[in-house]
């Protein structure tokens, strides 16, 4: 399962909060707390049994009393937007990298810096992770949860058609893939999602990425219609799989990512993008039928590109009204401490969802633990999994404008894709559609 999707469709848009008479709710009222009351924790609707447990251990040891409440992931962001305009009392929250912009902006989040025992992980942290939980110069939180996307590939289909290793670059999938098809071992070896959901993104920001490219600069602007972004050529790839070389369905634009899990298990797929963490479930005899089989590689390089490759993340942060008491702040970053850092000298919590759940960690050290080199290592290569997130980055696309964005952008691929409209058009709607909202702040 995914815990936690990318960005939840909601009817309380960031324009519908941050304009007209919904301005004001956007800064909200900050009461003084009082010590004696419990900190308000907020997340959504996953890990609840781990959660509560490390909640226990954490009021055992502290003394300081925690309200627990969770909602369902897909209203989570309605409701913690819901909650912050009509004053309801949180002070630590799940947050997912997609929003910190949002939330930031809106007042809803208090930086962490002045607490220097959280700070102080920073340098054992992935630096996607520590990027992802900066907005405007300063940082917002710890890491709850964090995975990118790999490559993964079917080796018992890779053997029946001569392969003894996976592909290094792209252009190797396609061979591989079209020598594949031509055995007749499948008729669509590629299977990504392409369908408008939250996944998407992340597809087409790792094979982005891999290609050399960007999709959005450092100076915030859009540089994916720029013929050396990585951008024009993952496009061309993808049209090129479809209607030249017929290795992907022309379905993928209707395929999800659920979708594509449940392909590979079936044995239907020889190359795949998926998030790290399906590896478990496809080599696990349970829930897959080429359990075993599975592997991971890393992710194929582009022309001039790398094998780098998207992550992303979710992480725990405090509010304005945690801080607004000395008192409540100390033990609200205690409690962030507590579960995104150490507890009772050990990963605690990070280890426990590794285990039960399988949700990655940013910790770099804890790739060398034995216990969780025993659990990714039952179903993967360990060192592997730590070089590929290495190399990994931050979405370049987040931004307060994200979410009215990133509908028309996956629009715009998927009539690419299909043959309805051309690369070079489906790039340029995208660059000027950002470029139109980036203005209107």
């Not at 962001?77 to 819901?82: A, L």
């Not at 799940?94 to 992980?121: C, R």
């Not at 008192?327 to 850092?341: H, P, V, Y």
């Not at 290569?381 to 590929?388: G, H, I, P, R």
Request: aromatic share 12%; proline share 4%.
């Amino acid at each position: 399962m995914r815990a936690d999707r990318l960005l939840a469709r909601s009817s309380l848009s960031r324009r519908a909060v941050l304009s007209g008479g919904a301005a004001a709710l956007a800064l909200p009222f900050v009461p003084r707390a009082q010590a004696a009351e419990p900190i308000n924790f907020a997340t959504w609707s996953a890990a609840v049994d781990q959660v509560k447990a490390h909640l226990a251990a954490f009021t055992a040891k502290n003394g300081v009393d925690v309200a627990y409440s969770n909602s369902p992931f897909a209203q989570y962001r309605e409701t913690m937007i819901t909650k912050f305009t009509g004053g309801a009392p949180v002070d630590m929250l799940w947050v997912s990298d997609s929003w910190l912009p949002e939330f930031a902006q809106a007042g809803w989040l208090a930086p962490i810096d002045s607490f220097k025992n959280l700070t102080a992980y920073n340098a054992g942290t992935s630096d996607f992770c520590n990027q992802s939980m900066m907005y405007d110069g300063k940082q917002y939180g710890l890491t709850y949860y964090t995975d990118y996307m790999g490559f993964l590939y079917n080796a018992d289909i890779l053997a029946q058609a001569g392969f003894t290793k996976p592909p290094e670059s792209w252009d190797e999938v396609t061979s591989m893939a079209s020598a594949i098809k031509a055995k007749g071992l499948l008729d669509y070896p590629v299977v990504f999602g392409m369908a408008q959901e939250s996944w998407m993104i992340e597809f087409i920001s790792a094979m982005v990425y891999s290609h050399g490219g960007r999709l959005i600069d450092d100076a915030g602007t859009a540089v994916l219609q720029d013929g050396k972004s990585g951008a024009v050529s993952t496009l061309n790839w993808l049209v090129d799989a479809v209607g030249k070389h017929k290795i992907l369905s022309p379905g993928c634009v209707t395929t999800g990512e659920l979708e594509v899990l449940k392909t590979a298990s079936a044995g239907k797929a020889a190359f795949v993008l998926l998030p790290k963490y399906r590896l478990r479930v496809l080599n696990d005899p349970a829930q897959s039928s080429v359990a075993g089989k599975f592997r991971q590689a890393l992710m194929p390089m582009g022309a001039g590109g790398s094998h780098s490759t998207v992550g992303w993340m979710r992480f725990y942060g405090m509010t304005p009204r945690a801080v607004a008491n000395a008192e409540r702040g100390q033990n609200t970053a205690k409690l962030i401490e507590w579960f995104g850092g150490k507890a009772d000298g050990d990963y605690r919590f990070q280890k426990t969802v590794l285990k039960d759940l399988a949700l990655g960690f940013g910790v770099k050290a804890l790739y060398d633990d034995a216990e969780v080199r025993a659990s990714l290592g039952s179903y993967g290569d360990v060192d592997l999994m730590a070089q590929q997130q290495t190399l990994a980055h931050k979405k370049d696309t987040i931004a307060p404008w994200f979410g009215e964005w990133n509908d028309s952008f996956g629009t715009a691929w998927q009539q690419a894709i299909t043959g309805k409209t051309s690369v070079e058009a489906a790039l340029k709607l995208s660059a000027t559609k950002w470029a139109e909202l980036k203005k209107a702040g």
